[in-house]
């Protein structure tokens, strides 16, 4: 099955579609691509140790936001389609809709950490 093209622009607010349009169709899966889990704030050397551990696994990244820190894990979702839809939308999970809680990355920096 071939994968539907999408427009190269910004994804419009859900006022601003046209008829026939859904948000769906300028979505490019990027926050299904990874998941976030928030960590204990490490105080010791021995607990920024357990955090090197899991960055020297590669695919992972840990990152501040608003004083709480967090896991990020880089896989795709296995309900992720090749078009970038959600095979299970109707059926995701909590933590799959934008109004878990988990923030959306935004970018890393240095060492795979984000923020702090």
């Known amino acids: 099955m ?30 299904c691509r990874y998941f976030s889990l928030p960590i204990d704030t490490p105080h010791t050397w021995d607990e920024f140790n357990s955090i090197r551990w899991h960055l020297a696994h ?10 709480q820190w967090y896991l990020l894990v880089k896989t795709r979702c296995q309900y992720l389609s090749s078009d970038n839809r959600c095979r299970i939308y109707f ?7 934008p109004a878990s809680g988990m923030p959306i990355l ?4 240095p060492n795979g950490i984000v923020g702090g």
């Open 58 to 67: 590669g695919q992972t990244l840990v990152y501040v936001v608003k004083q």
């Open 91 to 97: 059926n995701r999970g909590r933590e799959a809709r």
């Open 106 to 109: 935004a970018g890393a920096g």
């Open 2 to 31: 071939k994968a539907r093209s999408r427009p190269a622009s910004k994804q419009p607010s859900r006022s601003e579609l046209k008829r026939g349009q859904c948000l769906c169709d300028f979505c490019t899966g990027k926050c």
